[in-house]
């Protein structure tokens, strides 16, 4: 067999795929685990938008290719609809979006679209792992902008080498953010276009928990500054906001050139989604806001977030995302050692910070999606085993 390629040796372990092992491995040992680490809605997809598949599924037109040239026009269409209703931003469907087969793949593409050895992409420390990933295999070299907890987790931007500004192109941004849950404002908005223009970069903000929101905060997008239509691309995804991970729907907005150029890297790699998901998509984005689901999540957030500062441990309470983030309550561990200890002694499953970056550590990422919770139960029994487990003492160190 021929040598794969070298780039393939740039991917680490996919964490994920550890944290799973690690799970089974309880399981496979009686344990009854309680899952709070991967970001998978554990609520099953709205009957509605089932029921809209199986009208669509049933229609011949959709079992052909999607020859449009961004996306099945309904989808789109609903889209921008979509963007109309929650952001009060008018996109134009046949120039400003195009549809994905979930938002993970239209951001590792846009840097294989964009990105030749020697150009730089700007990527957020903590982050999701796909911007760094792709950049580097894509043959870029990657600049990690370090977020802090002192700055609400945003990018200083004056901290940015200008040597390393003036050869980026791409800058990742993520908010609501994973794996912190922080928020962005719309004065950073303006201060990264600012950015990004003085320095000709393309601004990407992955709003993949646009709507996964409390408390009734809406969060601004980028592309509602005056600017951000010439300068940014927004990429959105169905998995967060409907419960449709399985489903492998997303679509970007924003910047013509930049919706142009990813959509000819896809032309030339996929085929686009079955048309009848497209449609039960736009039935999605226009006639559903996921109210259950959300009500839940803020349930078992109340659940969490006050049971955990109960015990000592001083955690803070996101503004949307499904997720906490929080410091390890035990100085003398790492991450991965408390996540280890917590799996070992509650029988409880978390994502060791570090996964993220090395910004990361010192942190563990606790998830509101709990398979088998129907009304916050699982969500209280992990906190009684947290309190049980003494891995936090009664003067835990505050959180983000």
């Known amino acids: 067999m021929p040598t794969r390629s070298q780039r393939l040796d740039l991917i680490p372990p996919y964490l994920f795929s550890e944290i799973s092992k690690i799970k089974a491995q309880a399981i496979a040992s009686g344990a009854d685990v309680i899952d709070l680490g991967i970001g998978d809605p554990d609520q099953p997809t709205p009957p509605q938008i089932i029921n809209a598949l199986e009208i669509s599924a049933r229609n011949p037109a959709t079992h052909r290719y999607d020859e449009s040239s961004a996306g099945w026009p309904v989808y789109l269409d609903a889209a921008a609809a979509f963007y109309k209703k929650h952001f009060q931003v008018d996109l134009d469907p046949s120039k400003n979006l195009l549809q994905l087969i979930g938002s993970k793949e239209g951001l590792a593409h846009l840097a294989w679209a964009y990105l030749d050895a020697g150009d730089v992409s700007i990527v957020p420390n903590p982050g999701y792992t796909v911007y760094k990933v792709n950049s580097l295999m894509a043959g870029a070299e990657v600049y990690e902008t370090p977020l802090k907890e002192q700055n609400g987790f945003l990018p200083q931007l004056q901290d940015i080498p200008t040597a390393i500004a003036k050869r980026a192109k791409l800058f990742y941004v993520c908010y609501p953010h994973n794996p912190t849950g922080a928020v962005a404002t719309e004065s950073f908005y303006r201060e990264l276009l600012q950015f990004c223009k003085e320095y000709d970069i393309l601004a990407v903000n992955d709003m993949a928990y646009a709507t996964v929101t409390y408390d009734g905060?809406?969060?601004?997008?980028?592309?509602?500054?005056?600017?951000?239509?010439?300068?940014?691309?927004?990429?959105?995804?169905?998995?967060?906001?409907?419960?449709?991970?399985?489903?492998?729907?997303?679509?970007?907005?924003?910047?013509?050139?930049?919706?142009?150029?990813?959509?000819?890297?896809?032309?030339?790699?996929?085929?686009?989604?079955?048309?009848?998901?497209?449609?039960?998509?736009?039935?999605?984005?226009?006639?559903?806001?996921?109210?259950?689901?959300?009500?839940?999540?803020?349930?078992?957030?109340?659940?969490?977030?006050?049971?955990?500062?109960?015990?000592?441990?001083?955690?803070?309470?996101?503004?949307?995302?499904?997720?906490?983030?929080?410091?390890?309550?035990?100085?003398?561990?790492?991450?991965?050692?408390?996540?280890?200890?917590?799996?070992?002694?509650?029988?409880?499953?978390?994502?060791?910070?570090?996964?993220?970056?090395?910004?990361?550590?010192?942190?563990?990422?606790?998830?509101?999606?709990?398979?088998?919770?129907?009304?916050?139960?699982?969500?209280?029994?992990?906190?009684?085993?947290?309190?049980?487990?003494?891995?936090?003492?009664?003067?835990?160190?505050?959180?983000?």
Not at 231 to 251: D, P, Q, V
Not at 287 to 307: A, C, F, P, S
Not at 346 to 363: D, K, L, S
């Open 217 to 400: 905060y809406n969060h601004p997008t980028i592309l509602q500054q005056p600017s951000g239509m010439d300068l940014a691309i927004e990429f959105h995804s169905l998995s967060k906001m409907y419960n449709m991970t399985g489903w492998r729907l997303g679509f970007a907005a924003g910047n013509p050139d930049a919706i142009s150029t990813l959509s000819k890297l896809k032309s030339n790699i996929d085929s686009k989604q079955f048309p009848a998901i497209a449609e039960a998509g736009a039935y999605a984005l226009e006639n559903l806001d996921n109210e259950e689901t959300m009500k839940l999540y803020h349930q078992r957030r109340n659940i969490l977030v006050d049971g955990l500062r109960k015990i000592g441990w001083n955690v803070s309470s996101p503004k949307a995302s499904f997720y906490i983030w929080a410091r390890v309550p035990q100085p003398n561990m790492t991450s991965a050692e408390f996540c280890g200890e917590l799996l070992k002694r509650a029988h409880i499953v978390a994502i060791p910070g570090n996964g993220y970056g090395t910004e990361g550590e010192g942190y563990v990422r606790l998830s509101l999606t709990i398979v088998g919770d129907k009304n916050g139960e699982r969500m209280q029994e992990a906190v009684d085993r947290i309190a049980k487990s003494g891995l936090v003492p009664q003067l835990a160190s505050s959180s983000s």
